[in-house]
């Protein structure tokens, strides 16, 4: 087969290194890789391949490959292919769930401990050299994650590995998931539909996003369920920024009603420099980084060698995309 491996991008950590390539490549020497790093050897790998290992493909490039037959994508979310022009070619589409699981797990537990504690706070008056013991009181109290509830919008690889690592603080965690009745995820104490939405909100002291982006979770998070939240809540975004609806993001934190927000994606990438997010207190902002750490190709193409096998094997591939559900 003829594998096209395109994996460029602006961010240096999610380049495949050529040392991947290679390492694929003898792996599978009955198997033909060709490594594209440019435009041009892009759409002569598109014209030619069986299989395209890639994170973004338009419909106008599928046009013109007509010998493909499974697009793996590096990254999990795959709104940067056309799913629908795929499936209906009968293209197998998988991504790489999983992979990130624990580095985004530990992301959010280790920022949740941090608003928590009013570590935002503290390195603020550290940078000021003031010692200031007597302004941990009031709304600056820091309060235990044990005893307090967790409430995830999302349980795929990702929500369940935050539901475990937070049902290891103690914490109770609840969660909204589209399959109630799938099988039971570790540390997960409830399950509740996704039209008890509001529900999930009222009861959180910590509500963590780790959802897909789809038709139904655009906008999900604005005004009305900010306003559900409880008082001093703190918010956590892992999934995309254009599930929440950013002014009303803002406005909950400005007027106090938020505890705090860790946000690691955002509704425009990079954050522009005049945006309000950047100066609000208690905010901890990442450059869509939750998911960095060594090794990480490593498990990529760990993934990608198993699927490859199997689909030269004609076995199911592992995290096959349902092209109904966007994910």
């Known amino acids: 087969m003829n594998v096209l491996i395109s994996i460029q991008q602006h961010v240096p950590q999610w380049q495949i290194p050529a040392g991947a390539v290679a390492a694929l490549a003898a792996r599978f020497p009955e198997h033909t890789f060709v490594h594209a790093t440019d435009e041009a050897a892009r759409a002569r790998g598109l014209e030619a391949c069986d299989v395209a290992y890639t994170w973004i ?35 197998a589409l998988s991504n790489t769930r999983g992979v990130q699981a624990a580095p985004i797990a530990e992301h959010v537990l280790a920022t949740v ?82 039209s008890a939405l509001p529900d999930l909100l009222a009861r959180a002291d910590v509500v963590v996003v780790a959802a897909p982006l789809t038709p139904e979770t655009t906008g999900l998070i604005g005004a009305r369920e900010f306003a559900r939240m409880r008082p001093g809540a703190i918010f956590v975004n892992v999934g995309r920024g254009r599930i929440v609806v950013r002014e009303a993001l803002v406005e909950a934190l400005r007027s106090g009603h938020l505890g705090g927000a860790s946000l690691d994606v955002f509704h425009q990438e990079p954050l522009p420099t005049d945006d309000p997010l950047w100066g ?33 094997a ?10 109904s559900l966007g994910y």
């Open 280 to 312: 609000l207190p208690q905010v901890i902002l990442t450059p869509h980084t939750s998911g960095f750490r060594a090794g990480h190709w490593d498990e990529v193409i760990d993934l990608f060698s198993e699927n490859l096998r199997r689909f030269a």
């Open 314 to 323: 004609g076995e199911p591939l592992r995290f096959s995309v349902e092209p």
């Open 57 to 91: 493909l338009s419909a106008e490039e599928l046009a013109r490959a007509a010998a493909l037959r499974w697009v793996h994508s590096s990254a999990v979310a795959v709104e940067t292919i056309c799913v629908p022009e795929l499936a209906a070619r009968g293209i």
């Open 113 to 194: 401990l941090a608003l928590a504690k009013q570590l935002p706070f503290a390195l603020e008056r550290q940078r000021e050299a003031r010692w200031s013991q007597n302004d941990f009181m009031g709304v600056r109290l820091p309060w235990m994650l044990r005893g307090r509830t967790l409430g995830l919008v999302g349980v795929g690889t990702i929500g369940a590995e935050v539901a475990r690592l937070a049902s290891a603080f103690g914490m109770r965690v609840i969660a909204t998931r589209r399959r109630t009745d799938a099988p039971p995820v570790a540390g997960l104490d409830e399950a509740l539909p996704p």
